[in-house]
């Protein structure tokens, strides 16, 4: 199988409200092949959040190299890293909002990947979703 996604030597750091330098991600080496499924899980703070952001070209690592789709996302613009995102991987930024407006079953789509582009009802979705009233 092909790799989806390939990290090589990334790190990321933050620079606390101390002033210190913080790693919040150093990652030698990973590999997701395609269909595989992956389950992130840890303490809150623990990086999950960047690691999926570096995926997802949201933001560029201090150090290494990510490749989505045989891509480098790091040497794509924008609108680049957009297009390779909604081709190739399926991702719910973590501070969207479903139910923001009374309407949020009838505005929010499950996008299943790799079997692009089939879009599904939201009432199949968001049973068993967990959201009240689902």
Do not use: H
Request: glycine share 10%; charged share 25%.
């Amino acid at each position: 199988m092909n790799n989806v996604v390939q990290i090589t030597g990334v790190t990321k750091r933050y620079r606390s409200p101390e002033g210190e330098i913080q790693t919040v991600v150093d990652i030698p080496e990973f590999q997701l092949e395609e269909r595989r499924q992956l389950a992130l899980c840890g303490a809150s703070g623990t990086g999950k959040t960047t690691f999926l952001n570096l995926i997802a070209g949201i933001l560029k690592p201090d150090e290494g190299e990510v490749k989505v789709a045989g891509k480098t996302m790091s040497a794509l613009d924008e609108a680049g890293r957009d297009r390779l995102r909604a081709a190739s991987i399926g991702y719910i930024f973590q501070t969207f909002n479903c139910r923001a407006s009374p309407a949020w079953r009838t505005s929010c789509w499950a996008w299943p990947f790799p079997e692009n582009p089939i879009w599904r009802r939201p009432g199949r979705c968001w049973k068993g979703s967990g959201f009240p009233g689902a």
